[in-house]
């Protein structure tokens, strides 16, 4: 599902979240088609939540954790539909200087519906990582090479994944 690449990097605060589509709610020309409420978390932190004006599959809902003195947002969950396309996508943004404007970690959960037909995605993106490959690589598949580069671990149901697919 070629489509869902574009899902993992959203760009916040440009007028359209991915290459020219789903208008962003954190750009000040959408906010005519989008409603906002803000809570007090407990810790102090505002939750600023919105939603689409009328139905569009062009808007998404949500909400994002804003830094207080700054407005900065630290993280934030849209949800939305396009073109056949159920996502949700959780991202948490850098921490400091230009890289808070860029996400650190996208995680998206898709379902594409079709003739009775379903089929579920899960994409975790990783930026701003401290590794990266060499210049050359001589065996393309080494499970020891993306483990010494992978930011975040796999978990138990991933290497269980890994181990029956290594069985076969």
């Given at each position: 599902m070629p489509t869902l690449i574009e899902y993992?990097?959203?760009?916040?605060?440009?007028?359209?979240?991915?290459?020219?589509?789903?208008?962003?709610?954190?750009n000040k020309w959408n906010r005519k088609y989008y409603r906002y409420t803000q809570h007090l978390q407990s810790d102090g932190t505002p939750r600023l939540d919105f939603r689409p004006k009328l139905y569009n599959t062009q808007l998404v809902n949500g909400y994002a954790i804003v830094e207080t003195n700054t407005g900065r947002i630290i993280r934030t969950l849209l949800n939305g539909e396009f073109d056949m396309l159920s996502f949700r996508t959780e991202i948490t943004q850098g921490k400091n200087g230009p890289q808070s404007l860029m996400p650190a970690r996208c995680t998206t959960a898709?379902?594409?519906?079709f003739l009775g037909n379903q089929t579920l995605a899960l994409f975790d993106a990783a930026y701003q990582c401290d590794e990266s490959l060499p210049d050359s690589i001589i065996q393309e598949n080494s499970r020891q090479l993306m483990d010494s580069i992978r930011p975040i671990p796999l978990s138990e149901?991933?290497?269980r994944i890994y181990r029956e697919y290594d069985l076969r």
């Open positions: 993992a990097t959203p760009n916040i605060y440009d007028i359209a979240l991915y290459n020219g589509y789903m208008l962003s709610p954190f898709a379902t594409f519906k149901t991933d290497k």
